[in-house]
């Protein structure tokens, strides 16, 4: 077995494919941990706004949740029905490009790209900060920590989609019955005490009113809770990798990814409510979480209260899984439209699309790396990107069914009406909200990022146009090409390369560089074995060209030559032969000079349509 075969498993055929695909349950743990996670710092976001409010700002918890609630409920509608028209994947950008036109898909494609990339960079780092803060010792080892998580992530990914759903499914359902079993017994004891449950770990006090309730603190913090909607799309984007029926399999994974996400805000900001729990100065010394002071008031600080926290801490360290199964899965979208290179849309030794896993891997470790493992400066840019593409979708929607036309169409284009108002809305809310502490960065990048790819695009439509042909083959004026070879001696090397060149064409030209050493030998080689035996068998004798070069440089006088060659032979093909050796080990390509590869660059730097060149490999033994 292989290096590679270790890391990233055995190569699958493409006729696998269908033994790759997954159910449900492993659909939760591949797309579901970004949105899942986010009901860990979605609500502690939009109650650190509210410190300032004291008791009084965690009676808005409520409110804030449900109406996030209720948006979800509106995406989740609006990606069932986006899952069912388009079953090939792409959500938002596919939605968008077929609807609204080909700017407005870019615009999503490229809001998605930049929300996947943060996904994937703010999930590792948020999942190692919450251990460095439950293990205080591991500070110093942060960015080590982020970027060994990184790179496990990223060999999973390269594994395979089945590979991701069981390496993942174990912590994602430890999360999954660990939280929402706090929060039914939570639940159970605040009904039980009438509303106001006594704490078995009594949460901090809340800190006295400092500053008065404005509208604009209660929607700043609405656009802080609204990190907890990021992932709801990524089903969308990923259905092409749920096994048959595609569809219903996708929609159900949504389904209880959504029914799941609903339960925990809810349930979160009811507790936080009854136990009177507040969040701390994430900056301040002694900060605790908000689910940490959940499940101690809960259940204490028990064996239960470290498996949850323990879930916690996996699932916010290993979100940035659906990052890697979704960035791919758009870039290939976006690839096949040609406005990305077209290598993102090919599939890998184990079929992911395994380019798009590098590209994100390299952006993710190099903003872990710009920012010592400590992302808090990107939050803010979270939100732009997903509201972004989820405004696109809803409203691509809209002209979906309105060109679909008919009565079963009216109620889901309203539906999708007043989700795309809504998330309009709540998109500028955190534009404004969160421009100053980094959202512009977003407001800049994501058309920078359309301009890339429309060049992409004009590149490959320019390439198509040049290089396009709907004439029969040319046939006439067909002559074998001048061949030039150049040698350093005559050996068994130059042997096997004047023999193909002989074969192809009775005119060779056989270049050697005389940089100030003794030539004579090789002119009396060349007569005896080349020019005899040639004569001898009837071919035309190769030519013999032997070029000066005072200052020691090889490759220029022998490039300067085959354009010499070329300008005086403007009908006639020109056949660069380079005979070169192939070593055994890598290490051996440092102990031979390989000019050879130095002067295929330039002609294929300096050269034209006539100039072609060949390469007559001979393998060295061990």
């Known amino acids: 077995m292989s290096l590679a075969d270790l890391l990233f498993g055995n190569p699958l055929a493409s006729v696998e494919l269908r033994a790759e695909k997954i159910g449900p349950s492993a659909g939760i743990a ?15 976001a939009a109650l650190t706004l509210l410190i300032p409010l004291g008791a009084a700002g965690i009676a808005y918890i409520l409110p804030l949740s449900a109406s996030i609630i209720v948006l979800i409920a509106i995406l989740n509608f609006s990606y069932r029905q986006t899952i069912e028209a388009y079953p090939t994947g ?33 999930g590792i780092s948020a999942g190692v900060g919450a251990l460095v803060s439950a293990v205080p010792r591991l500070q110093p080892h942060t960015l080590g920590l982020c970027l060994s998580i990184l ?11 089945r590979q991701v759903g069981s390496a993942f499914i174990v912590p994602t359902y430890l999360f999954v019955g660990s939280l929402p079993g706090a929060i039914a017994l939570g639940v159970f004891k605040a009904l039980a005490g009438g509303g106001h449950p ?8 809340l800190h006295p009113q400092a500053a008065a309730l ?39 994974t949504l389904a209880a990814i959504i029914t799941i996400l609903a339960v925990l805000l809810a349930g979160i900001a009811y507790l936080v409510r009854a136990y009177r729990i507040g969040a701390t100065d994430p900056g301040a010394p002694g900060y605790e979480s908000v689910l940490s002071h959940l499940v101690g008031a809960v259940a204490g600080r028990n064996a239960f209260y470290y498996i949850a ?11 940035a899984n659906t990052a890697f199964a979704d960035f791919p899965r758009v870039c290939r979208a976006v690839a096949q439209d040609g406005y990305l290179p077209h290598s993102f849309a090919e599939r890998g030794r184990p079929l992911v699309y395994s380019y798009g896993i590098y590209v994100l891997a390299g952006l993710c470790a190099f903003l872990l790396m710009l920012f010592g493992g400590v992302t808090d400066r990107l939050i803010p840019l979270f939100a732009v990107g997903a ?14 069914w309105k060109r679909a036309g008919g009565r079963k169409s009216r109620p889901s284009m309203l539906v999708n009406g007043l989700g795309a108002v809504a998330t ?10 969160k421009f100053a502490a980094g959202a512009w960065v977003t407001v800049v990048l994501i058309p920078a990022m359309i301009v890339v790819m429309v060049s992409v695009r004009r590149h490959y439509d320019r390439v198509a146009a040049e290089t396009a042909s709907s004439t029969p083959l040319d046939v006439s004026l067909l002559r074998p090409p001048l061949v030039v070879m150049p040698v350093r001696d005559w050996d068994k090397v130059a042997q096997k390369g004047l023999r193909y060149a002989l074969n192809i064409s009775p005119e060779v030209h056989v270049v050697h560089v005389d940089i100030g050493e003794d030539t004579a030998h090789l002119r009396r080689k060349w007569s005896a074995l080349v020019e005899s035996p040639t004569k001898q068998a009837g071919l035309a004798t190769p030519r013999l060209v032997v070029l000066t070069s005072p200052y020691r440089d090889v490759i220029t006088p022998i490039l300067e030559y085959v354009l010499d060659l070329e300008r005086r032979h403007p009908n006639r093909q020109v056949a660069v032969l380079i005979p070169e050796m192939v070593e055994p080990h890598w290490y051996h390509y440092f102990l031979h000079n390989q000019r050879g590869q130095w002067l295929k660059a330039l002609l294929l730097l300096k050269g034209n349509q006539r100039i072609n060149v060949i390469s007559v490999p001979w393998y060295l033994n061990e």
């Not at 006594?198 to 006090?205: I, L, R």
Request: hydrophobic share 55%.
């Open 30 to 44: 591949v797309f579901g941990l970004d949105a899942l996670s986010s009901a860990a710092y979605g609500p502690e």
């Open 90 to 122: 792409g959500g938002s950008y596919t939605v968008a490009r077929e609807n609204l036109g080909p700017l407005p898909g870019l615009l999503a494609a490229a809001a998605l790209m930049i929300d996947y990339t943060l996904t994937a960079a703010v």
């Open 151 to 161: 790179v496990f992530i990223t060999i999973v990914n390269l594994r395979g989609v």
């Open 198 to 205: 006594a704490p078995v770990a009594a949460p901090p006090a």
């Open 214 to 252: 404005s509208t604009w603190l209660l929607l700043q913090s609405f656009s802080n809770g609204c990190t907890a909607m990021t992932g709801v799309e990524a089903v969308s984007n990923g259905v092409r990798a749920f096994r048959e029926p595609v569809v219903k399999t996708a929609q159900r």
């Open 309 to 319: 926290m323990v879930s916690i801490l996996l699932v916010l360290a290993l979100s």
């Open 387 to 400: 509201f972004l593409a989820f405004t696109l979708s809803q409203t691509g929607m809209v002209m979906h």
């Open 424 to 433: 309009a809305l709540t998109m500028a809310v955190v534009v404004v909200a």
